[in-house]
C-alpha cells in the first residue's frame, strides 16, 4: 500500500512576525533582523514564498489586538480572503505571552485558515500537545509578571532614593550622573531649560497670565514646534503640576512620597508652590455655563464667602407666588439652605460694576505705552522677516549646489546621500513658505482691541447692559479674574481680588511715560498684546 504525503502548506505564502520587548532594542539592537532572517530562511526550507514581514516593539502581555503589528497583520490577512498563509514566529514568547490570549490568538488565527508556526515548537492539537502548549504559554506569562515585579522593584528602589527611573521629560535629558559616580541623573539641556523655567516662573507670577500666554511664549522661543500654541495647553498643564521640576521626587502609584530629587531643579519649590495656587484659582479654568439664564445672570459667577463654593440660583414657593433667591447648597456649609433675595444679589454687582472705572490719567498712560510698545513689535517682526528671508536664500543656494554635484557624480551611493540632504532641505524650505504664509493678523490692530479695553474699564457698567447674557459673562471674566466672593452680611468681597482695572492701574505706574522702551518687561507686554487681542475673540 502506497503512503501519501501530504503537504500542508502547498499553495500558501509565508507572513513573518517579529517582535522585541522596547524601543531601544528596535532601534540599538539587531533583534528584529535577526529574527526576520532566520524565520524567512525556515519559509524557504518549507517551499512556501515570503510575501511580507510585520515587526513589533509592544511590550507586555494581555489582549493581543493591542498590538500594532498584530492587528496590522490580522487586517492583511481580511483584506486578501483569496490567499492562504503560513504565519512564522521566532519564539513561542513572541506568539504571545498570556495565556488566555495565547489560545484566543490561536483561534483568530485559525478561524482565518492561517497556520501558525514557530522555529523552537511545533503545535499539535493532541490533547497532549495542547496540555504541553499551555504549560509553555503559562510559563511565558509567568517570566513576564516576574520580569515585571522585578523592574517595578528596581524602579521604586530609585524613586526612594530620590532618583528618576522613568523616560526624561523634555528640558532633561538621562546623562551618566558625575556627582554620584553611578548610573544616570535628570540633567537640564539649554537653553530649552531656560525658556520653561522663563515659562513657569511667568505664570507663577502673573506675568503670563494664562496658560495660553505662556503657551504661545514657548513655541514663539522654540521649545515647542510642531503645533499651535492652543494644543500645547494640556501639556504645559501637565509641566506645572508636576514636582519633578522644583526638584523633588514622588509617586504616589507607588506609595512614593515626596522627596528630594538627585536632579537639579528647574524652578523653587516656593514657585511650584505659587503655581499650584494660582492652578486652584477658578479664574484660570473658567468655562461659562451652558445653562445659563435671564432670570439669574449671576448663577455661576459668584461664591459663597464661607466656603468658597459655587453658589446656585432657584425660584422658592411663597404663599401666593414664587420668589427669586440665590443660595449656598454645600451640605457643610454653615449658610447652606440660607437665601438671598435676587435683588440683592443684582443690586450690589450693578454697584460693584460702578466703581469699576479707570482713571482718565491711567488710560492715557497705558493707552500711550502700548502705543510705543507696539512700534518695537512691528520692528521687530520686520527684523524676523528680513532674517528669515536671509536663511531662506541660503537654503535655495545650497540646494542648487547640491543638485548640480548630483549631476556630475558617477557613484550611486554619494548620488543618493546627495538627494537625501536635498530633500531635508527643501522640506526645510517648504516650512519657509510655510511660515511666510501664515501672514499676521492684523485685522485688529492691538491699538484698535486696546481701545476697546480701555473704554470698556472706562464705562463698564454701561457695556454690561447693552450686552447680551452670554456676553456679560464674557465680559465679567474680561473684568475680574475670578468669581466674587459673596457674603450674607456684607455682600460682595474684591478687597483682595485681581481685577482689570487694578491690573491696568498698576501697569501705568511701573511704566510711566519718560520710561524709555527698554525698561518695559517684554513678557508682560506680549502677555498684554495677546490678551487685549483676545477682547474682540470672546466679546465682539
Same mark, same amino acid.
Given at each position: 500500500m502506497k503512503t501519501i504525503n501530504i503537504n500542508l502548506y502547498e499553495g500558501r505564502v509565508g507572513l513573518v512576525y517579529v517582535r522585541v520587548s522596547s524601543k531601544k532594542q528596535e532601534s540599538e539592537g539587531t533583534g528584529l533582523q535577526t529574527q526576520e532572517g532566520r524565520c524567512i530562511k525556515e519559509l524557504e526550507s518549507m517551499g512556501v514564498p515570503y510575501i511580507k514581514t510585520f515587526p513589533d516593539s509592544f511590550t507586555g502581555g494581555g489582549d493581543f489586538m493591542r498590538r500594532p503589528a498584530m492587528r496590522e497583520l490580522l487586517q492583511y490577512i481580511d483584506k486578501n480572503p483569496h490567499k492562504k498563509f503560513v504565519i512564522i514566529f521566532d519564539d513561542l514568547k513572541r506568539f504571545a505571552r498570556d495565556t488566555v490570549f495565547h489560545f484566543e490568538l490561536k483561534t483568530a488565527l485559525r478561524v482565518r485558515d492561517a497556520i501558525p508556526k514557530c522555529l523552537n515548537y511545533n503545535f499539535d492539537d493532541s490533547p497532549e500537545g495542547v496540555f504541553t502548549e499551555t504549560i509553555f504559554a503559562a510559563q511565558g506569562q509567568l517570566e513576564r509578571e516576574q520580569n515585571r515585579r522585578q523592574v517595578i522593584q528596581k524602579q521604586k528602589a530609585l524613586l526612594e532614593l530620590g532618583r528618576w527611573p522613568f523616560a526624561s521629560r523634555k528640558p532633561y535629558k538621562m546623562e551618566k550622573d558625575t556627582i554620584h559616580g553611578h548610573g544616570k541623573i535628570l540633567t537640564l539641556q539649554y537653553p530649552q531649560a531656560s525658556w520653561l523655567k522663563e515659562a513657569m516662573e511667568g505664570f507663577a507670577t502673573a506675568t503670563f497670565a494664562r496658560k495660553i500666554d505662556a503657551c504661545k511664549f514657548l513655541v514663539e522661543k522654540g521649545f515647542w514646534t510642531k503645533q499651535s500654541p492652543e494644543?500645547?495647553?494640556?501639556?504645559?498643564?501637565?509641566?506645572?503640576?508636576?514636582?519633578?521640576?522644583?526638584?523633588?521626587?514622588?509617586?504616589?502609584?507607588?506609595?512614593?512620597?515626596?522627596?528630594?530629587?538627585?536632579?537639579?531643579?528647574?524652578?523653587?519649590?516656593?514657585?511650584?508652590?505659587?503655581?499650584?495656587?494660582?492652578?486652584?484659582?477658578?479664574?484660570?479654568?473658567?468655562?461659562?455655563?451652558?445653562?445659563?439664564?435671564?432670570?439669574?445672570?449671576?448663577?455661576?459667577?459668584?461664591?459663597?464667602?464661607?466656603?468658597?463654593?459655587?453658589? &446656585? +440660583?432657584?425660584?422658592? *414657593?411663597?404663599?401666593?407666588? @414664587?420668589? $427669586? =433667591?440665590?443660595?449656598? %447648597?454645600?451640605?457643610?456649609?454653615?449658610?447652606?439652605?440660607?437665601?438671598?433675595?435676587?435683588?440683592?444679589?443684582?443690586?450690589?454687582?450693578?454697584?460693584?460694576?460702578?466703581?469699576?472705572?479707570?482713571?482718565?490719567?491711567?488710560?492715557?498712560?497705558?493707552?500711550?505705552?502700548?502705543?510705543?510698545?507696539?512700534?518695537?513689535?512691528?520692528?521687530?517682526?520686520?527684523?524676523?522677516?528680513?532674517?528669515?528671508?536671509?536663511?531662506?536664500?541660503?537654503?535655495?543656494?545650497?540646494?542648487?549646489?547640491?543638485?548640480?554635484?548630483?549631476?556630475?557624480?558617477?557613484?550611486?551611493?554619494?548620488?543618493?546621500?546627495?538627494?537625501?540632504?536635498?530633500?531635508?532641505?527643501?522640506?526645510?524650505?517648504?516650512?519657509?513658505?510655510?511660515?511666510?504664509?501664515?501672514?499676521?493678523?492684523?485685522?485688529?490692530?492691538?491699538? &484698535? +482691541?486696546?481701545?476697546? *479695553?480701555?473704554?470698556?474699564? @472706562?464705562? $463698564? =457698567?454701561?457695556?454690561? %447692559?447693552?450686552?447680551?447674557?452670554?456676553?456679560?459673562?464674557?465680559?465679567?471674566?474680561?473684568?475680574?479674574?475670578?468669581?466674587?466672593?459673596?457674603?450674607?452680611?456684607?455682600?460682595?468681597?474684591?478687597?483682595?481680588?485681581?481685577?482689570?482695572?487694578?491690573?491696568?492701574?498698576?501697569?501705568?505706574v511701573a511704566n510711566p511715560l519718560d520710561v524709555e522702551m527698554a525698561g518695559i518687561e517684554p513678557a508682560c507686554t506680549r502677555c498684554f498684546f495677546m490678551s487685549l487681542r483676545d477682547v474682540d475673540d470672546f466679546l465682539f
Open positions: 494644543r500645547y495647553i494640556d501639556r504645559f498643564t501637565e509641566l506645572l503640576e508636576d514636582v519633578l521640576f522644583a526638584g523633588y521626587i514622588e509617586y504616589p502609584k507607588w506609595e512614593v512620597e515626596r522627596r528630594e530629587g538627585c536632579h537639579e531643579a528647574l524652578i523653587s519649590l516656593e514657585t511650584f508652590n505659587l503655581i499650584q495656587r494660582r492652578m486652584k484659582t477658578e479664574g484660570l479654568s473658567k468655562r461659562i455655563r451652558k445653562n445659563i439664564s435671564d432670570e439669574f445672570p449671576q448663577r455661576g459667577l459668584i461664591l459663597c464667602a464661607y466656603c468658597n463654593k459655587a453658589m &446656585t +440660583a432657584a425660584w422658592s *414657593a411663597g404663599r401666593r407666588k @414664587k420668589y $427669586p =433667591y440665590y443660595f449656598c %447648597q454645600n451640605k457643610f456649609c454653615e449658610l447652606k439652605q440660607k437665601s438671598i433675595p435676587r435683588k440683592d444679589i443684582e443690586v450690589g454687582f450693578d454697584k460693584l460694576l460702578r466703581k469699576q472705572v479707570l482713571k482718565e490719567e491711567v488710560g492715557m498712560v497705558v493707552e500711550r505705552v502700548f502705543e510705543l510698545s507696539w512700534k518695537d513689535e512691528l520692528s521687530k517682526i520686520e527684523t524676523t522677516k528680513i532674517v528669515k528671508q536671509g536663511e531662506k536664500k541660503e537654503l535655495e543656494s545650497e540646494i542648487s549646489r547640491l543638485i548640480k554635484l548630483t549631476g556630475s557624480v558617477a557613484s550611486d551611493t554619494v548620488r543618493n546621500v546627495y538627494e537625501q540632504e536635498i530633500e531635508k532641505l527643501a522640506n526645510k524650505l517648504k516650512k519657509f513658505d510655510g511660515d511666510s504664509n501664515k501672514s499676521l493678523d492684523l485685522t485688529i490692530p492691538y491699538r &484698535t +482691541a486696546l481701545d476697546k *479695553a480701555v473704554g470698556l474699564l @472706562k464705562n $463698564p =457698567y454701561d457695556a454690561w %447692559q447693552k450686552l447680551p447674557l452670554r456676553e456679560q459673562h464674557g465680559l465679567f471674566y474680561f473684568i475680574f479674574e475670578t468669581k466674587i466672593p459673596y457674603d450674607i452680611n456684607e455682600g460682595y468681597r474684591i478687597a483682595e481680588l485681581p481685577t482689570a482695572v487694578r491690573l491696568f492701574e498698576d501697569f501705568a
